[in-house]
């Protein structure tokens, strides 16, 4: 079995949780409350800043020309592609697009997911910061694609399914799978297991920033 169907059979679990939280059902029937939804924009803005910082960091550890070029246009794509989607849903939300020296206050969560990223692509071998970057491509293209069979009666909310199942991302799904699955060429069984772990704890980040945003968190103290 390769190394990337390994590690999507351990987030497989995690992935069909994510389908049944009512954030996501909600994008689908219309239900999901706006306020939700302008919280999730602002907070996912927030994440991208780090995440791409941390595909930078895997694009420094990049083996060759092709993998660090690749990383290096989803670092960039990440802050300019999606920020442009999450500038117009925010005009649409009639959210004011956060400044970049006056940032809003990050969620628990949201600080948790992008610490566990940057020290992982920091400190960690490249196969566990690559294997740790792969749920936020894997899992948003497979809801994408799940989404969009049955789409939304929102247009603020299609617009943001339509994103995730386009090609143009897909096409980013694959290249990240693809750079996983040669890391993990040669590699013993407790490297293979390692890089799962860490999959599987970003995983599960992913399922709990949707469930932060639905659940208003905040800090407790």
Do not use: K, N
Not at 47 to 67: G, K, S, W
Not at 69 to 85: N, P
Not at 171 to 186: F, K, L, P, Q, T
């Amino acid at each position: 079995m390769s190394a990337a169907q390994e590690i999507w059979d351990e987030i497989a679990p995690v992935y069909r949780r994510v389908l049944e939280h009512p954030f996501l059902t909600g994008l689908t029937d219309g239900t999901l409350p706006v306020e939700v939804f302008q919280r999730y924009v602002v907070q996912d803005a927030l994440f991208l800043r780090d995440y791409a910082r941390a595909l930078a960091l895997c694009a420094a550890r990049a083996p060759d020309a092709d993998t660090l070029q690749m990383f290096c246009r989803h670092a960039s794509e990440a802050i300019a592609v999606e920020r442009d989607l999450h500038e117009r849903l925010m005009a649409e939300l009639d959210v004011v697009p956060p400044p970049e020296d006056e940032p809003p206050p990050v969620t628990p969560t949201c600080l948790a997911y992008t610490s566990f990223l940057l020290s992982t692509c920091a400190l960690r071998e490249r196969h566990d910061a690559l294997a740790a970057v792969l749920p936020c491509y894997w899992i948003y293209w497979e809801v994408g694609r799940e989404l969009a069979g049955a789409g939304s009666p929102d247009p603020r909310y299609q617009a943001w399914i339509d994103t995730y199942a386009g090609d143009e991302f897909a096409a980013a799904v694959r290249g990240a799978i693809a750079a996983c699955e040669a890391a993990s060429v040669d590699l013993p069984s407790r490297a293979r297991a390692s890089a799962r772990a860490h999959a599987l704890t970003a995983a599960r980040y992913e399922w709990m920033f949707w469930d932060s945003a639905y659940r208003f968190e905040a800090w407790p103290v």
